[in-house]
């Protein structure tokens, strides 16, 4: 079993930047890739980005490319989304989730997530 926490979330201008954190316990992260994930009021959950095990490769959505960078620090078991130029449709729930595939890229697949944190609340104001 893995536990995830998110932190970071908040209230920001537009143009500004946060930084989310998912810090594991459990089990180590360097068996999973991670991923980032939202939900804004009324809409699906979509995908924001995800990185393998190692950090090596990464996989954004569109709309975040440029401005949101995901990152992982194993040895901290955490993980990491710094979001800059923050925009008010950025605004929703952020959820970092694991995944233990031991073969493929950082997918934006949600189902392949095998554990999911609780969520964060980001509100970028304008």
């Known amino acids: 079993q893995v536990q995830l926490v998110e932190s970071g979330g908040g209230l920001v201008q537009a143009g500004g930047s946060l930084r989310l954190s998912c810090a594991a316990s459990g089990r180590s992260l360097d068996n999973y890739a991670m991923g980032w994930f939202r939900q804004a009021p009324g809409k699906e959950r979509e995908f924001v980005a995800a990185i393998s095990r190692g950090g090596r490769s990464t996989n954004y959505v569109r709309a975040v490319k440029g401005r949101f960078t995901i990152s992982r620090d194993n040895a901290k078991n955490t993980a990491y989304l710094q979001m800059n130029n923050l925009a008010p449709e950025d605004t929703a729930v952020y959820y970092c989730?694991?995944?233990?595939?031991?073969?493929?890229?950082?997918?934006?697949?949600?189902?392949?997530?095998?554990?999911w944190g609780q969520g964060t609340q980001v509100t970028v104001s304008s």
């Open positions: 989730a694991a995944d233990f595939r031991t073969s493929g890229g950082p997918t934006s697949i949600s189902s392949l997530y095998d554990y």
